[in-house]
Every structure is written in C-alpha cells, then in structure tokens.
C-alpha cells in the first residue's frame, strides 16, 4: 500500500502526541486523518471483497477494472508481491 500523505500527518502527530499533548488545532487534524484513513480502507476492503467476487464468477474483465480502480488508491490485492 502507498504510503499517503495522510498517513504521513497521523503519523507526525501519533508521535508528537507521544511528548505532549496536542493542541485545539493538531487534535482537529489528527481526527480529520482519522476519518479519512476510515474511509480510504473502507473503500479498498470494499474493492477487495468485489475482486474476490469478480474472481469467484470468473469475470476477468471486471477483476481488472477493479484492480486498476485500487491501484489508483494505491492498495495493492492481499498475497500480492510486495516490492
């Protein structure tokens, strides 16, 4: 999975987070990082679980297009290669 941006600010915070608490604005944030690293995984398990749908029917065609739709949000499909 792509590392986003997103990820990045969570990550920034989760450790200041660690040496003092945040202020009005970093709590804010730090839920907004939240929300939307719920919802971007909640759209890949979603494209997952229609992969594996795609791929229990044997429709090729729509597999590929759901593939191509996670590497535009940069999840790679579970027991791929990782690089």
């Not at 990045?8 to 202020?23: D, P, Q």
Request: net charge negative.
């Amino acid at each position: 999975m792509t590392i986003l941006p997103i990820h990045e600010r969570l990550a920034e915070l989760w450790i200041i987070r660690g040496s003092r608490h945040l202020t009005g604005e970093e709590q804010a944030d730090f839920d907004h990082c939240l929300a939307v690293n719920a919802m971007h995984i909640r759209q890949m398990a979603n494209l997952y679980n229609l992969s594996l749908a795609a791929s229990m029917s044997g429709d090729v065609e729509w597999q590929h297009e759901i593939c191509q739709r996670l590497e535009k949000l940069g999840g790679r499909l579970p027991g791929s290669p990782h690089l």
